[in-house]
């Protein structure tokens, strides 16, 4: 079973639309969760963090469930430059641990 | 927020040739440093965790002796593909953590993207 999850895609959603990701992990003992972004042949940029009680940033909407161990991220008024991939990540260990990442989600927005 | 850069940013290279690719922090110290490595239209796997002033911890699958790991100071790390062949080409990335206490805090640099002839 694959440690974290996510559909590949692609998403082809209008310009204005609100689109929602999802992802599972497998890891009960995770400890952090994060979405970032990564567009085509650059490295990955923190999008943000997820938290149990779910954080927004403008547009962006987290949520976290821990019994599920299921994450999701909704984009609201979606931009063309929200075209990009989205990846799931999780941090399992204490201390300073490497980052386990989903295959990501591929997210197009049309004009 | 912290930088990281890589170099180089892209290699080619011939079959049994080593390829040195450098990772540096460039305004902060990081005592840990992460290689990552993503084929095309892969997760980003992690290979290694490379800590200041000792051995590199390999993640299951990755061969030490292949990918040579020296993290020589608190803003450098480096990692040697030895005799490199062409299942090597990848997008090899690093990241290196300020060490805040805050998960959030692993800076990715930009990749080297490596081409094994």
């Known amino acids: 079973r694959k440690e974290v999850e996510q559909d590949p895609g692609p998403f082809n959603v209008p310009e204005g639309a609100t689109v929602a990701f999802n992802c599972t992990y497998s890891?009960?003992?995770?400890?952090?969760f994060f979405w970032y972004r990564q567009d085509c042949r650059k490295e990955p940029k923190l999008l943000m963090s997820v938290y149990s009680s779910g954080n927004e940033d403008g547009r962006f909407t987290a949520q976290l469930n821990r019994a599920s161990q299921y994450i999701s991220l909704l984009i609201r008024d979606s931009k063309l430059s929200d075209s990009a991939t989205y990846l799931c990540?999780?941090?399992?260990?204490?201390?300073?641990?490497?980052?386990?990442f989903g295959k990501g989600t591929h997210l197009i927005i049309q004009p | 927020g912290a930088v990281v850069s890589q170099h180089p940013s892209w290699v080619i290279c011939k079959s049994g040739t080593s390829v040195k690719i450098e990772c540096r922090s460039l305004?902060?110290?990081?005592?840990?440093m992460f290689w990552y490595r993503q084929f095309p239209k892969q997760s980003l796997m992690l290979m290694a965790t490379?800590?200041?002033?000792?051995?590199?911890?390999?993640e299951q699958g990755v061969e030490k002796d292949k990918f040579l790991i020296n993290h020589a100071s608190l803003t450098l790390s480096t990692l040697t593909v030895t005799s490199a062949h062409p299942e090597d080409s990848s997008f090899y990335i690093c990241?290196?953590?300020?060490?805040?206490?805050?998960?959030?805090?692993?800076?990715f640099g930009p990749g080297t993207r490596l081409l094994v002839l």
């Open positions: 890891n009960s003992a995770s400890q952090s």
């Open positions: 490379s800590n200041e002033g000792s051995k590199a911890t390999y």
């Open positions: 990241s290196a953590d300020s060490g805040t206490g805050y998960r959030e805090t692993q800076y």
């Open positions: 305004d902060f110290q990081a005592t840990t």
């Open positions: 990540v999780v941090n399992g260990g204490g201390g300073a641990d490497g980052l386990t």
